[in-house]
């Protein structure tokens, strides 16, 4: 059992919260009224389906990647929003979010566990710390590798060929297809990561580099999780992931 606003100013302190300007507040998004914590759920993002399976656990906090209040939606509480927020405080569910500040982490961050799910102990390439690399043990085709996220994630990746084998590979979690040609300028012949979007093919051609689009989902599901795990074990806590299946 621990106390909530422990929780949170560990978690700030861990994560160095207050370094980044980021698209959304991090930290403590919705205080559900209940000041201890006793059952934790993780999951990436804070859906209705993911608040009803956590309060059906009986979770006293949601913890999640993607929470709300982002910059430039409606600051309204109604519609979808407003059912989600209803949904946590009728069960006096609190909810925190991390964005940034989990994609980055050096150790419990979305990057470092991506690599690792593909047997990479990669590292970050720049100080801002979002675009990770690591050297294959052998160089491989893109077909290789493309099998190898398969069997990391449990789905095939879309992949935009290239003629050239894959020397090293370059990752970013979630919605980082605008880093391509920086992955190029670097050297990079392979760049996997979330998302894709229609000039992405065009890219991919003109600058003869493999890229993997993996889904958004699938590449953030490793930060919550060893978040919360961390969590468990610092504070006794119960924690639960929720992987609300999403093929985005």
Same mark, same amino acid.
């Given at each position: 059992m621990a106390d909530l606003s422990e929780i949170e100013t560990y978690c700030n302190s861990l994560l160095n919260a207050d370094r980044f300007r980021d698209y959304c507040p991090n930290g403590l998004q919705v205080d559900g009224g209940r000041v201890e914590v006793k059952h934790l759920a993780t999951a990436v993002t804070a859906s209705l389906a993911v608040i009803e399976a956590a309060a059906a656990w009986g979770a006293d906090l949601l913890l999640v990647h993607?929470?709300?209040?982002?910059?430039?939606?409606?600051?309204?509480?109604?519609?979808?929003?407003?059912?989600?927020?209803?949904?946590?405080?009728?069960?006096?569910?609190?909810?925190?979010? #991390?964005?940034?500040?989990?994609?980055?982490?050096p150790e419990l961050g979305n990057? &470092?566990? /991506? %690599?690792?799910? @593909?047997?990479? *102990?990669?590292?970050?390439?720049?100080?801002?710390?979002?675009?990770?690399?690591?050297?294959?043990?052998?160089?491989m085709g893109g077909e290789a590798v493309a099998g190898l996220i398969e069997r990391a994630l449990g789905r095939p990746p879309l992949h935009l060929t290239a003629c050239r084998n894959i020397e090293r590979l370059f990752w970013c979690s979630g919605a980082a297809q605008g880093q391509m040609e920086r992955v190029a300028e670097r050297g990079g012949h392979a760049y996997l990561s979330g998302e894709v979007s229609e000039q992405s093919y065009?890219?991919?051609?003109?600058?003869?580099?493999? #890229?993997?689009?993996?889904?958004?989902?699938?590449?953030?599901?490793?930060?919550? &999780?060893? /978040? %919360?795990?961390? @969590?468990?074990? *610092?504070?006794?806590?119960?924690?639960?992931?929720?992987?609300?299946?999403?093929?985005?």
């Open positions: 993607h929470g709300y209040f982002w910059k430039g939606e409606p600051e309204r509480l109604t519609g979808v929003k407003g059912r989600r927020i209803r949904a946590l405080m009728q069960n006096g569910l609190s909810l925190m979010a #991390y964005h940034l500040p989990l994609d980055v982490h990057n &470092r566990g /991506l %690599g690792e799910a @593909l047997g990479l *102990r990669g590292e970050p390439v720049d100080e801002e710390g979002l675009l990770w690399s690591a050297a294959l043990p052998k160089p065009h890219l991919a051609q003109e600058l003869d580099l493999h #890229y993997f689009a993996c889904g958004h989902h699938a590449t953030e599901r490793f930060g919550v &999780r060893s /978040l %919360g795990s961390h @969590l468990a074990g *610092r504070f006794g806590v119960e924690h639960r992931f929720i992987d609300q299946d999403n093929p985005v």
